[in-house]
């Protein structure tokens, strides 16, 4: 059974600094991307990060881009989010999700195929 499970987040004060991490169970993160999607209340998920499988570096979309950092420990099977300079607008409920590709990414939530249960991020201003 597949299983993504995630933690961190919580209250963050504006300029403070995030750390998500997901960590995946049941299938072999060797053929995996990881993408991180949010969502604020009233809004559309939002794709803001993916890394791939393979040796390709990862994609950001242009609200996080130079704020937040992805990165995996492969040791682990984890995939960690980072951001610093947090700011109100992003606030929302982050998820991690898997897309079976190697050396592909994308910001596109229909292609992926397993999703974690997500975590809240609040920061206040």
């Known amino acids: 059974q597949v299983q993504l499970v995630q933690s961190g987040g919580g209250l963050v004060q504006a300029g403070g600094p995030l750390r998500l991490s997901c960590r995946v169970y049941?299938?072999?993160?060797?053929?995996?991307?990881v993408g991180w999607f949010r969502q604020a209340p009233g809004t559309e998920q939002e794709g803001i990060s993916c890394?791939?499988?393979?040796?390709?570096?990862?994609t950001y979309a242009d609200s996080v881009k130079e704020r937040f950092t992805v990165f995996r420990d492969r040791a682990e099977d984890t995939t960690y989010l980072a951001g610093i300079n947090l700011k109100p607008e992003d606030t929302g409920l982050y998820s991690c999700?898997?897309?079976?590709?190697?050396?592909?990414?994308?910001?596109?939530?229909?292609?992926?195929?397993?999703w974690g249960g997500g975590r809240q991020v609040t920061v206040s201003s």
């Open positions: 999700a898997l897309l079976r590709a190697v050396d592909r990414c994308s910001l596109n939530a229909e292609e992926y195929e397993y």
């Open positions: 049941g299938v072999n993160l060797d053929h995996y991307a």
């Open positions: 890394i791939p499988a393979g040796v390709r570096g990862p």
